[in-house]
């Protein structure tokens, strides 16, 4: 976020689990009306997603899979929204506590296609294996390096 913001971008942090996101019902109200059955957060983060160039998409690796918050906002991009997602950018930042990047597997995967499904295109993976106490990786200088000359260059690339 640091480097997005030193490249010059105007930028936003989103807490997923301070927001209300209820989870997808597949009932396709969206499709039919335009608008979601659920009256909660996600129709402005929509609208936050569709006037942004760039996502930088964090979640930890909980029983190899995202967090059921990350899920449910996932999920929440069946919308006929999703449409307007084409082009944009992704950062993937991806913290967890076994000690070999192999545990992000099935979540990578996941975003991966996606991603790619929806032709988003994924910048680049920082990947955080090895970190189980909050505040840990502050200690990585290699890893937040990365993490800064991601940000900073995925803006200057735009
Ligand atoms: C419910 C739960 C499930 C977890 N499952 C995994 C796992 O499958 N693989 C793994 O490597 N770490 C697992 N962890 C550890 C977290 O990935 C790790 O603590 C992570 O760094 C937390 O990120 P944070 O500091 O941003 O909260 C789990 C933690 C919790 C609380």
Redesign the pocket.
Known sequence: MRGIKEAGALSEKIILNELKLNPCQACNTCYKTGNCMHKDDMPALLDKMEKSNLWVL?T??????P?AQFKIFLDRWYHPKHQSFKGKRVILVI??????ER??RHTTGLLTDVLNYLSIELVETVL??G???????KNNGNLLKKAYNTGFGAIKEL
């Open positions: 964090g930890p690796i909980y029983w190899w899979g967090t913290p967890l506590g076994g000690g070999h545990y992000a955080a294996p970190f189980n106490r909050r505040g840990e990786v």
